[in-house]
């Protein structure tokens, strides 16, 4: 089956870094997406990793390894306005097809 | 904005109402989704789209919805005789094609059952 697991919620300080976990078991895994989301309005895309290490993207950076099913995001000088959910969803190849599978999401509560 | 659009933003109906919501994607893109999603959760996947054809369809999309993309640009997705479990944010998203492009997400229509 395909399963996607993160925390359910995180909070950390203004000016602080956070890491945000995700593991998963897919089939046909074919990259895997960082997208961020704010109560009420659509996912937006922060990242995109198809090979091990580390991609880098101003304040945001992801990791992937795909030996351990696992990847990171990691958010730098947290500001108030990251407080959002972030999900993380594998691109899986099925059928010919590739479709993303979402993570319930990571809801990130900045405070001051 | 991310350039996808979706109406209506809002939809309220009367349980075994049919209702029908519009995605216009970005157009130079021929990858339509459709997702939905529920609170607390992330978006699970309906269908997919290649210009016109539809490519796949999820097991969660039951015989009362049907999507349509007749000229592989903007799409429909109808819901007939609607259920209170079919509350939920549905969400249209579309990409160019390319092995890492990413899919930008509209807005999403937000439909409540009574």
């Known amino acids: 089956g395909q399963n996607i697991d993160q925390p359910t919620e995180m909070t950390a300080t203004e000016g602080a870094i956070v890491q945000i976990n995700c593991t998963y078991q897919t089939s046909g895994f074919n990259g895997l997406f960082w997208y961020q989301q704010h109560a009420g309005e659509a996912p937006t895309f922060l990242s995109y990793?198809?090979?091990?290490g580390l991609e880098e993207k101003g304040r945001f950076s992801s990791f992937l390894s795909r030996s351990k099913g696992y990847s990171y995001l990691l958010l730098k000088e947290l500001q108030m306005k990251d407080s959002a959910s972030y999900l993380c969803a594998v691109r899986s190849l099925s059928g010919g097809y590739n479709k993303l599978i979402f993570g319930a999401g990571t809801r990130l509560a900045v405070h001051p | 904005d991310t350039g996808v659009s979706q109406n209506p933003r809002h939809k309220i109906t009367k349980r075994g109402q049919n209702v029908t919501f519009r995605c216009d994607p970005i157009s130079e893109h021929n990858r339509l989704y459709w997702y939905r999603q529920t609170l607390g959760q992330g978006p699970e996947f309906l269908t997919y789209?290649?210009?016109?054809?539809?490519?796949?369809k999820s097991r969660l999309l039951s015989d009362r919805f049907s999507a349509e993309r007749p000229k592989g640009s903007f799409s429909t997705l109808e819901i007939q005789r609607t259920e209170q479990g079919d509350s939920a944010m549905y969400l249209c998203?579309?990409?160019?094609?390319?092995?890492?492009?990413?899919?930008?997400f509209g807005p999403g229509t937000r439909l409540t059952v009574l």
């Open positions: 789209f290649q210009n016109e054809a539809q490519l796949e």
């Open positions: 998203a579309s990409r160019h094609g390319g092995e890492g492009d990413e899919q930008f």
């Open positions: 990793n198809v090979l091990d």
